[in-house]
């Protein structure tokens, strides 16, 4: 079975997107395995790192994917050329893009689309909006294409993530050390809560745990974190391994950036080695702690 | 220099946090969905059944000679539309099933199970349970799956929590009226303050449930916090301060407060002003208590002429009620002249 991380947490900024960057990279450029992202927030910003994204004509502000790099506009007749993961809720097919990294293809956002999944409340339809991403996930071309699936979630705790924590066999919740995140992952619990009711034990869902992020040698961070190691049931809960803040973090998202992953910095460099070390931690949760042979 | 508090997840948060993370261990797969062949469900003979229509029937026609034919042609004419709306769109809610040897046994959805039958489906999603459910768990399960409805009252829930409760008594064969903190916490899955807020509430007067049946109190915490107050004053307070809008920082204050301080207030209020020469019978917005009143004074027998005046009152309509009570005092003091 294809494992499928996702990074979640309903409060803004806290590094779902970062996250899901630097995961999905360390999976397919230092394990080698065939990685699929997907963004499932309308902002776009996971699909914008590695694809052209283009405003949207008919809606201001939104986001669409670029042409496909196989779109034959002369033989492709029935298909304008443009895919994103929001066509699984339209009955629309799906063609991933490749990126320029090795092994690691993407499924981008489509702002508008994704804006209506999120906004449907009529009963069925929801219900249809939330078991959508598993479907798609669960079909037999994609299973037999992927090893790993890494989505990326807008801040929100609406259909959109709660498709993809349907989907998912794993979840991370990156968390700021500061007292508005406590929302975020209290938010998560619960989604990750109801989901675990309706799993079965062959295919659970598994708690990775909070990823403490962009953490500062500060008083307040260091009580907030200690705070959240100490909360009953909750300790078990948070990630051993922390995120500093960092520059450098930010800096390799730009488009000219280089080296462009953090993965091409050596071995030994600090902001790579303390992500890796997350990432590995990550990594043998998916696994069971099982040895996995790293193709590189 | 005070110590600065720079970090604290309030209590009630890190109660929530407490109890989600609990819950989902203890529930962990009890309301999974699979998928089943429709030829290994069976009904259970124990269970009392309203369709005279078997599987057998629904698999392969109602023999002509089946002394019951015309009633079953009727039931399957009746599942029609279930069974259109399956072909279209398979069924949205899953059926309940628990596990018996290789059958699976209906404890809910015999009308859904039949009505695939007929759609021509092979299989259909259920929930399946272990064992045989008793009526503890089937309520139990209802309440881990309806609790997160954010669509569902308090009164809704405490609905729910009664009956699951009287479940637990007649399981046990218990006698007593009153559950403990700790046997619903294990009940319900939930921590220790949690369950003590259901409890207070359970056990709270009628008043006060009044409402919350009317969606007036809406919040678990504040509805224990006023059900546990002591002073009668300060509980009247504390219910106009809530039914007013107060925040539960608000109520908590008040519920800090001494009781005789407020009493003192009140007094030094009442001997002002001018000389008092009537009797005020007192205000409540307590429906619950007007009715006590009104109910004990009919009791009387001394006062059995006048009842008839008070047969039908609605206790909907404040105004009503108020009139009521003022044809009550004017009655009694026709009585009393
Ligand atoms: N460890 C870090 N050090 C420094 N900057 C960081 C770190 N993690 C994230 N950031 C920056 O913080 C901002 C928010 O991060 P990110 O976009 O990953 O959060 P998000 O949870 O995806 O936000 P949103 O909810 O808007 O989708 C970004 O500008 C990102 O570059
Ligand atoms: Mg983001």
Known sequence: MTKIVVNATHKGGEGKTTNSIILAEYIALVLGLKTLIIDMDPQANFSGRYIKMEYDPSYKGGKIPALHPD??????????????????????????????????????????????????????????????????????????????????????KGPLTIAAIKAASHIVIPAQ????????IYGMLQLWKQETYCRTPNNPITLVGILPNQVRDIKL???????????????????????????????????DANPKSIFELPANNVARNEYETACRYIMEKVNHGEEKGVRN | MAKKKVFAISNALSNGIEETIQAAHDY?????????????????????????LTFEDA?????????????????IESLQSIANSIKDQGIINPIVVYKFGEKYRLVAGERRTLASIIAGKTDIQAKILDSK???????????????????????????NLEKIVSAYFEKNNLSKKSI???????????????????????????????????????????????????TSDLKEHALNECLAGANLKRLKAIA??????????????????RQTTSVNLGITKNVGVAQLVLDSILKNNALSPIAIHFKQVDWNDYRAINNTFKQLVKKLEELHT
């Open chain 2, 28 to 52: 962990s797969g009890e309301l999974r969905v699979e998928v089943v062949p429709l030829k290994r469900i069976e009904v259970d003979p124990e269970n009392p059944r309203d369709l005279a």
């Open chain 1, 71 to 156: 779109y034959e506009p002369l033989v492709d007749k029935d298909w304008d050329g443009r895919s994103s993961i929001a066509n699984i809720f339209y009955g629309e097919e799906v063609v991933p893009y490749p990126t320029s990294i090795t092994n690691l293809d993407l499924l981008p956002a489509h702002s508008i689309k994704l804006q209506e999944a999120e906004a449907v409340t009529k009963n069925e339809v929801v219900e249809k909006v939330h078991l959508q991403l598993k479907r798609f996930l669960e079909l037999e071309d994609v299973q037999n294409t992927y090893d790993m699936v890494i989505i990326d979630t807008p801040p929100s």
């Open chain 1, 221 to 255: 961070h260091k009580q907030f974190l200690s705070g959240l190691r100490q909360g009953k049931g909750l300790g078990d809960y948070v990630m051993p391994h922390v995120i500093k803040k960092r520059a450098i973090y930010t800096e390799i998202l730009v488009e």
């Open chain 2, 59 to 75: 698999n392969h026609g109602i023999s002509p000679t089946d002394p019951q034919y015309a009633r079953k042609e009727q039931e």
């Open chain 1, 177 to 184: 050390m500061e007292q508005f995140s406590i929302e975020g």
């Open chain 2, 180 to 230: 403990s903190v700790t046997e619903l916490s294990n009940l319900i899955g939930c921590t220790k303050p949690h369950a003590a807020n259901y409890k207070a509430v359970l056990d709270a007067d009628p008043g006060l449930k009044q409402y919350i049946s009317t969606n007036q109190i809406r919040s678990l915490e504040k509805a224990a916090l006023i059900a546990t107050i002591q």
């Open chain 2, 133 to 159: 459910p008793n009526d503890l768990k089937i309520r139990l399960l209802q309440w881990i799956e309806n609790v997160e409805r954010s669509d569902l009252s308090l009164w809704e829930r405490l609905n």
């Open chain 2, 256 to 273: 800090a407060q001494k009781p005789n301080k407020i009493a003192q207030i009140k007094k030094s209020v009442e001997s002002r002003g």
